[in-house]
């Protein structure tokens, strides 16, 4: 069966730095893009980041509301996918969901809490 | 960036009512559009893809119309299983999420 499991959130201070996980199984991970999605608590959904495969050179895409302060990143020798946040800011608070497609039917993860706040 | 107009915020229903709600995206999104489920502690479900592309498992009480800027999601009958947020999604240039309709029970 497909598993999407996040990992690393926490609690962090205003402009510190954090670095969430993804596990993926039950797929052939390295054919698959993958995305990150996060809620801020009471609120809606916002993509945050995606991350092509290795035919595609591993390109990499943002939101304007993270770009140049997030990374994503992949091992695919792992079935893993990153998201590094550098410089947090409080409104980055929320729940992050990792899933294999957007727009198409996909799987997502349980998500994981990241909360900033001083 | 394409910015996406979700209307209403919040729909109050009875069971067996039709609700509608409209997405309207600030370019033509050529029937990029999706829309999710979402239930409280749970991460979204796709329900409708490509603008009226039912996903497997969808029931048919859903459906989904529209072209160029302007869209619409529908639940005719609505269930008490329908009760949840549903948000649109365009997919056509990098991802942006409507703001998302809360359906509640009258």
């Known amino acids: 069966a497909v598993q999407l499991v996040e990992s690393g959130g926490g609690l962090v201070q205003p402009k510190e730095s954090l670095k969430i996980s993804c596990a993926a199984s039950g797929f052939t991970f390295s054919n698959a893009a993958m995305y990150w999605v996060r809620q801020a608590p009471g609120k809606g959904l916002e993509w945050v980041a995606r991350?092509?495969?290795?035919?595609?050179?591993?390109?990499?895409y943002y939101a304007d509301s993270v770009k140049g302060r997030f990374t994503i990143s992949r091992d695919d020798s792992k079935s893993m996918v990153y998201l590094q946040m550098d410089n947090l800011k409080t409104e980055d608070t929320a729940m992050y969901y990792c899933?294999?497609?957007?727009?198409?039917?996909?799987?997502w993860g349980q998500g994981v809490m990241v909360t900033v706040s001083s | 960036d394409i910015q996406m107009t979700q209307s209403p915020p919040s729909l109050s229903a009875s069971l067996g009512d039709k609700v509608t709600i409209t997405c309207q995206a600030s370019q033509n999104i050529n029937k990029y559009i999706a829309w999710y489920q979402q239930k409280p502690g749970k991460a979204p479900r796709l329900l409708i893809r490509?603008?009226?592309t039912l996903e497997s498992g969808t029931p048919s009480r859903f459906s989904g119309s529209g072209s160029g800027r302007d869209y619409s999601f529908s639940i005719s009958n609505v269930e008490s299983e329908d009760i949840a947020s549903y948000y649109c999604l365009q997919y056509v240039n990098l991802y942006t999420f409507g703001a998302g309709t809360k359906l509640e029970l009258k």
């Open positions: 991350i092509r495969t290795k035919p595609n050179n591993y390109a990499t």
């Open positions: 490509y603008t009226s």
């Open positions: 899933t294999d497609r957007l727009g198409a039917r996909g799987y």
